[in-house]
């Protein structure tokens, strides 16, 4: 149980002056950026919590220019991650970027740039989940796991070869 007068009071942002409104919307979108969000997301908040127009191209620019949002460093940090930590194929973070309002350029720009590497995380993959590497039964589900997380059949009929290779000794 929360203690008396602990809990916050709504604002409604129209009974404030503009000064305050300005300073309400700027703590709310501060807020919002606490982790690292695109500027696509930012506009997309700011309009769901009903900050009006003329104000939210002036949030949007006081946090490009303190850089509290950068799509070309978010997409940099979000490959990296993608990569690494959540083994995403670059079909599936292009997906993802896109969806989070990254344009297509950057993301190519980016992708070209820090250059994943499609085999090495579907390799980590099957190493990761395949137990029985025998079993053509557990091979089929791989592979279809695997596709359906953005590999290309090449780089699939790649890894599992490779995987086999190493299970017999060659």
Known sequence: MSAPGSRKRKVDPALLSEEDRKEYFKNRMLYFLERRKTLREVQLYLA??????ELQEELLQFAVEYHFTD????ARSFITDSVHLRNR??????YEL??????????????????PDDAETAARLVQ????????????RK???YL????????????VLKEDEEFENGE
């Open 48 to 53: 769901r919590i009903h900050c009006p127009e």
């Open 71 to 74: 799509d070309e460093d978010y």
């Open 89 to 94: 194929s670059r079909r599936q973070i292009r």
């Open 98 to 115: 896109e969806q989070k309002g990254v344009s297509r350029d950057m993301i190519e720009r980016v992708l070209e740039e820090e250059n």
């Open 128 to 139: 990761k989940r395949l137990r029985q590497p025998e079993d053509p039964a557990a091979r």
């Open 142 to 144: 791989m592979a279809a």
């Open 147 to 158: 596709a359906s997380h953005g590999f290309s059949y090449d780089i699939i009929r790649q």
